[in-house]
């Protein structure tokens, strides 16, 4: 059943749609587009979002019925949909691909390292106020991001003969990376979550984009020159590099 809309509620921006099935109501983003010419469906697992996009002049009256109408498939990506996990004291997060769970030691010197206590359990130790704890561990992954990348990046740049020009973090949800024709290299900081591999195939991929700024053939023989691995890490990324998103 499509809700009665008012002229005042037309006028108003509505960001999402409550889409009910079963005995359950799932929450759909609501998007305009200037290019979208039908109302579409696209299921992002890093946001955890399913995003209904919608053309300029269409109505939320036809956007709340097309979503109704999907009702059961809404439900279905939900089902893929996993709790974030915080990185805070107590939880356990991948480091290079290996678990580790967060200690806070108030009292203890220094900021944040890595250790194995008596069991052989790899721990993230971070010290200091609770307050700043989450801040801590998050400064600690993207140093340590930096570092592996700086070193891959360098390796393969060598490789190749290209140097970079500049290497920045981001935390985008779409790509793992990116190379700009000025030779500027952008990672997702979380790369270190995965397996280091997983961090060093994506530091050739990008650092071949400084010879082959496409996806050609002629770009893919670079990536296998400098990565012969790339198909493995390839599908890794597909089957579990949604899952790095977890992770807040």
């Not at 109408?69 to 990506?77: K, L, Q, S």
């Not at 003969?161 to 290497?167: L, Q, S, V």
Request: proline share 6%; with cysteine.
């Amino acid at each position: 059943m499509i809700p009665f809309l008012s002229r005042k509620a037309k006028t108003q921006v509505v960001s999402h749609l409550d889409v009910p099935h079963g005995d359950d109501l799932f929450r759909v983003a609501l998007k305009r587009s200037p290019t979208a010419r039908r109302y579409t469906l696209r299921v992002s697992l890093a946001k955890q979002e399913i995003t209904l996009t919608m053309p300029l002049k269409g109505s939320v009256a036809q956007a709340s019925d097309f979503a109704h109408r999907y009702g059961g498939w809404i439900a279905e990506r939900h089902k893929k949909f996993v709790p974030p996990i915080l990185c805070q004291p107590g939880s356990i997060i991948p480091l290079r691909g290996e678990p580790h769970r967060i200690e806070h030691r108030p009292h203890a010197r220094g900021t944040v390292w890595t250790e194995a206590n008596a069991q052989g359990e790899p721990l993230i130790v971070v010290a200091g106020k609770a307050e700043y704890a989450l801040r801590r561990i998050k400064d600690f992954l993207k140093k340590q991001a930096h570092h592996d990348l700086d070193r891959a990046v360098q390796r393969y740049t060598s490789m190749l003969g290209i140097p970079a020009r500049r290497i920045a973090l981001k935390d985008p949800t779409s790509r793992w990376g990116s190379c700009s024709s000025a030779g500027r290299l952008n990672f997702s900081w979380r790369l270190i979550l995965a397996p280091s591999d997983i961090l060093d195939y994506l530091a050739a991929h990008e650092v071949a984009h400084l010879k082959e700024l496409n996806h050609s053939s002629r770009y893919w023989r670079v990536v296998e020159s400098l990565f012969p691995e790339y198909e493995n890490a390839e599908k890794w990324l597909k089957r579990h590099g949604s899952s790095l998103h977890r992770y807040q």
